[in-house]
């Protein structure tokens, strides 16, 4: 009998989604700094969502089309919280949205709200005072 072939081949049924997973998420966030609670919390949100969830997200995100030219549409003002090493989004797409306000926040990647809770809220706070 033919072995069944995997949800997608990039993800082996064999395999922990995790070890792909983190492949993918730690080149951007804090997890790559040893910071094992926050790695468990992603791990977790990643068993939440589930393994088929997971394979079908990929595609999603890697085929969806490219926003960047409707920015400069949005002209309500904005909060960008950014990070200085985030690998995932450049910080410079904040310029191309007239209301936006840029606040980088240091010490961490892609996952600002996880990796810097306390950062962000009071970025959040003192914008929501203007």
Request: aromatic residues 4%; positive net charge.
């Amino acid at each position: 009998m033919p072995r069944p072939r995997p949800i997608c081949p990039l993800y082996p049924e064999n395999r922990p989604i995790r070890s792909r997973a983190w492949t993918i998420r730690c080149r951007s966030c804090g997890c790559r700094r040893g910071n094992a609670s926050l790695r468990q919390l992603v791990d977790d949100m990643g068993d939440d969502v589930g393994r088929e969830a997971f394979v079908r997200q990929q595609p999603a995100l890697m085929s969806r089309p490219d926003s960047r030219p409707t920015l400069a549409w949005i002209k309500c003002l904005m909060l960008v919280p950014s990070s200085d090493e985030d690998g995932t989004v450049p910080n410079s797409l904040s310029s191309e949205m007239a209301g936006a306000k840029l606040i980088i926040i240091p010490d961490c990647g892609h996952l600002t709200p996880l990796e810097q809770p306390k950062a962000t809220a009071a970025a959040l706070v003192e914008w929501l005072r203007i």
